[in-house]
C-alpha cells in the first residue's frame, strides 16, 4: 500500500512561482507513474503533469513551459516535485498528487494554491 502526502501550496501573487512536494511512504517500490492533478471550483479534475519511474515527462496543455516536475527515488524515499512558475489567476485549484502502482491507483489529500492579488 503507498500512501501520499502533498505540501508546498499557499498564497502566491500572479507571475510568482511555487514549489510542490509529494512524499511517497509504504510499497514505493512499487510505483510506476506518479503526476499532480488539480481540481479549481466548479471544474473536473485535469492532469497537470507525470513522470513514469525512468524520468519521462509529460504536461498538460494549460501548463507546458511554466511548470517542471521531477521525481527523486534515493535513500528508500520517493518523491515528486512540481515547480510551478509564472502563475496565473487560473492556476487557482486544489493540486493533488497520484501514483500509479501494481494497478491500483493512489491518491493525496490535495494542496490548495491561490493565485491573487
Known amino acids: 500500500q503507498v500512501e501520499l502526502v502533498e505540501s508546498g501550496g499557499g498564497l502566491v501573487q500572479p507571475g510568482g512561482s511555487l514549489k510542490l512536494s509529494c512524499a511517497a511512504s509504504?510499497?514505493?517500490?512499487?510505483?510506476?507513474?506518479m503526476a499532480w492533478y488539480r481540481q479549481a471550483p466548479g471544474k473536473e479534475r485535469e492532469f497537470v503533469a507525470g513522470?513514469?519511474?525512468?524520468?519521462?515527462?509529460?504536461?498538460g496543455d494549460s501548463v507546458g513551459g511554466r511548470f517542471i516536475i521531477s521525481r527523486v527515488n534515493a535513500d528508500g524515499k520517493n518523491t515528486v516535485y512540481l515547480q510551478m512558475n509564472m502563475l496565473r489567476s487560473e492556476d487557482t485549484a486544489v493540486y493533488y498528487c497520484y501514483a500509479g502502482a501494481d494497478g491500483k491507483n493512489t491518491w493525496g489529500q490535495g494542496t490548495r494554491v491561490t493565485v491573487s492579488t
Open positions: 509504504g510499497s514505493i517500490f512499487r510505483i510506476s507513474d
Open positions: 513522470i513514469s519511474r525512468g524520468g519521462m515527462t509529460k504536461y
